[in-house]
Structure formats: structure tokens, C-alpha cells
């Protein structure tokens, strides 16, 4: 059910229902080629729309930018600091709390997102102390992934524009996918890259980790399935 759609006169009722919101998080970057800027917004609200029919959850309207730092150099890519996305996310919270919501879940389609998750979900866990706040990431998804992947990856945390994301978007939201310009970009990332800070354009030119031509929307099926089920899971378990 999507919340924007309501009106004032009949959401009350809905939100005592459900008690649950979803805001999907994600991001405008650049992700190569053959896929949107906005890929990180489409796969955040396609996932918390499947994830909302499984929990009978409101889904809000998405939050379309993401801290993305590393690839702001990228033509297209808009950054937002982690501290404006932290003050933004705990706004909506406290909001959410006023309006009788038990149940805050922050489904994030960005990596570079989720310190900032993590930070206002702390805040909120003081100020609404009555509110669960959850943030995804597609929990479960390396061992999944690594069930369907023919080639490893190129970092043991991040995936972009690669076999794995893109074939998220074959799944999820295939209408936007050029697979006749999907490449394979296999960089070298330098150790230091994960203790200090480092722009993507130091070893990358395409924002494409991976061989994207390889992607597939089976497994994109298979990794979401797999994400959405350990979210239902962790969802009953924190009731």
C-alpha cells in the first residue's frame, strides 16, 4: 500500500492497521552504460514494494538521494552528506512515531548509505523509544550470490553496475536495463581503498565492477528471494 496515496480522512485507520512503515533509500550515481542513475531508487522501491505485500507494511515515498562520495565526480552522480541524510532520516522517524507507526524499516538501495542508516536509527532508538527501526541492505544476498555468480568479485564488500546489481535490475525493474551495452570492467582496487578515502575514478573509468554481461534475471530472482525472506524473518523475529 502506498502511503502518499492515502488521504488524511482514511489513513489513520491504515496506519493503526499495519503499524508499519517502509522508506525506500537510494541513491542518483552513475552505474555505467546499460544502467539509469536512478538504479539504487528502482531497486529500493520495487524490493520494499515486494517486502510490503509479504508484512502488509505502508510504503512511503522514496528517498531518492544517497551519500555517494566515491562516485561524485561521475557525470550524473548527485552526493548528499551523511549528516544531512542522518538529520532528514531522523525527521521522518519522529514523525512516523507522532503518527502511531510501532515499526520504521529502511529499505537501502546504496552501500554508501547505510552508515547513515545506522547513525539515525541510533538517534531514533533514544527519541522513540516505542519505534523499531530497521535498516536493510539485502540481508543474506553474499551467500546467495555466491550460489549463482560466475565470477567473483572484484571487492569483498562492494558490487556495482556488475553481474550481480544488474542482474537485480533483470529482476526487479528489467525495462530499464540495456544489456546490449553492458560491459565488463574488472578493476584493480587498491588495498588502501578501504582505510582511506578514495574516489572511484582512481580505478575505475565506467563505475562498472564486474562483468556485467553476465547478468541474468534468474539470478537476480534467486538473490531478492533470498533477501526478502531474511528480511520477513528478522522482521517477525524483532515483534
Not at 28 to 49: I, K, W
Request: proline fraction near 5%; aromatic fraction near 10%; charged fraction near 20%.
Amino acid at each position: 500500500m502506498e502511503f502518499q496515496y492515502e488521504t488524511s480522512f482514511d489513513v489513520k485507520e491504515k496506519i493503526n492497521q499495519s503499524k508499519v512503515a517502509i522508506l525506500p533509500v537510494g541513491a542518483v550515481e552513475a552505474h555505467g552504460p546499460h544502467l539509469p542513475l536512478g538504479t539504487d531508487n528502482f531497486l529500493a522501491e520495487r524490493l520494499s514494494h515486494k517486502l510490503a505485500e509479504r508484512t502488509k507494511a505502508l510504503v512511503l515515498p522514496t528517498l531518492p538521494y544517497g551519500q555517494v562520495w566515491s562516485l561524485r565526480n561521475f557525470p550524473g552522480s548527485i552526493n548528499i552528506k551523511n549528516n544531512s541524510m542522518i538529520a532528514f532520516l531522523v525527521d521522518i522517524g519522529e514523525s512516523l512515531y507522532k503518527q502511531g507507526f510501532k515499526t520504521f524499516v529502511m529499505v537501502n538501495g546504496h552501500l554508501g548509505n547505510q552508515t547513515a542508516l545506522k547513525e539515525a536509527a541510533r538517534v531514533l532508538y533514544e527519541s522513540c523509544p516505542e519505534m523499531r527501526v530497521i535498516y536493510f541492505f539485502y540481508p543474506g544476498m553474499n551467500n546467495a550470490a555466491a550460489e549463482v555468480r560466475e565470477k567473483s568479485s572484484t571487492h569483498n564488500t562492494y558490487f556495482h553496475a556488475c553481474e550481480i546489481e544488474t542482474s537485480f535490475m533483470l529482476y526487479l525493474a528489467p525495462e530499464l536495463v540495456n544489456m546490449e551495452k553492458a560491459l565488463t570492467d574488472i578493476p584493480t582496487i587498491p588495498q588502501h581503498a578501504d582505510f582511506t578515502p578514495t574516489p572511484w575514478e582512481d580505478f575505475t573509468e565506467t563505475a562498472v565492477l564486474g562483468d556485467a554481461s553476465l547478468a541474468t534475471k534468474q539470478k537476480g530472482e534467486h538473490i531478492i528471494n533470498t533477501a526478502l525472506e531474511n528480511m520477513v524473518k528478522i522482521m517477525k523475529d524483532l515483534k
